[in-house]
């Protein structure tokens, strides 16, 4: 089992910059692809970024590709995700999860473990 802890998000101005990020717990981390998803106010859960079990390979949905950066740290057990100019489209909860390296990347279904969220919010 894996249990993930978010944090670092907060109130941001637009066209700022947040870093989040998601402290794994157990040794088989490694064998884990990782992913962020969102969840705005009224809005279904949405794919936001994804990063491989080595952190060789990475994916982004195409609303903030360019702007977004995921990075893992295995030493540490923990997968961060670098957010620059930010929007208030951007506002949501932020959640990380932990899957396997199977099926579409962007499918919350492929997901097995997720942690508690941080929230995000993107001022005008």
């Known amino acids: 089992q894996v249990q993930l802890v978010e944090s670092g998000g907060g109130l941001v101005q637009a066209g700022g910059s947040l870093s989040v990020s998601c402290a794994a717990s157990g040794r088989t981390f490694s064998n884990y692809r990782m992913a962020w998803f969102r969840q705005g106010p009224g809005k279904e859960r949405e794919f936001v970024a994804a990063?491989?079990?080595?952190?060789?390979?990475?994916f982004y949905a195409v609303s903030v590709k360019g702007r977004f950066t995921v990075s893992r740290d295995t030493a540490k057990n923990t997968v961060y995700l670098q957010m620059n100019s930010l929007g208030p489209e951007d506002t949501a909860v932020y959640y990380c999860?932990?899957?396997?390296?199977?099926?579409?990347?962007?499918?919350?279904?492929?997901?097995?473990?997720w942690g508690q969220g941080t929230q995000v919010t993107v001022s005008l």
């Open positions: 990063i491989s079990r080595t952190g060789g390979t990475s």
């Open positions: 999860a932990a899957g396997n390296s199977v099926g579409a990347t962007a499918s919350p279904s492929n997901y097995d473990y």
